[in-house]
Nanobody, 126 residues
């Protein structure tokens, strides 16, 4: 069983930056595709970014492309989301997710991800 714990959320002014971290338990992290999602109250959980095993293959939602960067450190079992030029519409809860080990496609659908963290709140003041 993989457990994911997010950290790094908080309050930032519009235009500012935050870096989210997600620490994973277990020994399979280096073979798991990792993703970040976010969900506002009353809305469906939406894809933000995802990253393949080696950190080369990546995918971003159009709304964050050019502002957010996903990265990973397999030695530390941690995936990051660097968020720059934050906008008020980015404010919500962010979730880390992992696919089952050894899958190869970097996916955007929540249905593909088998493990989820509890989320970290990001607040952006105008």
């Amino acid at each position: 069983q993989v457990q994911l714990v997010e950290s790094g959320g908080g309050l930032v002014q519009a235009g500012g930056s935050l870096r989210l971290s997600c620490a994973a338990s277990g020994r399979t992290f280096s073979t798991q595709i990792m993703g970040w999602f976010r969900q506002a109250p009353g809305r469906e959980r939406e894809f933000v970014a995802a990253l393949g095993w080696s950190g080369i293959l990546s995918s971003y939602a159009d709304s964050v492309k050019g502002r957010f960067t996903i990265s990973r450190d397999n030695a530390k079992n941690t995936v990051y989301l660097q968020m720059n030029n934050l906008k008020p519409e980015d404010a919500t809860v962010y979730y880390c997710a992992a696919e089952k080990p050894e899958r190869v496609e970097v996916e955007r659908s929540t249905r593909v991800y088998d493990y989820w963290g509890r989320g970290t709140q990001v607040t952006v003041s105008a």
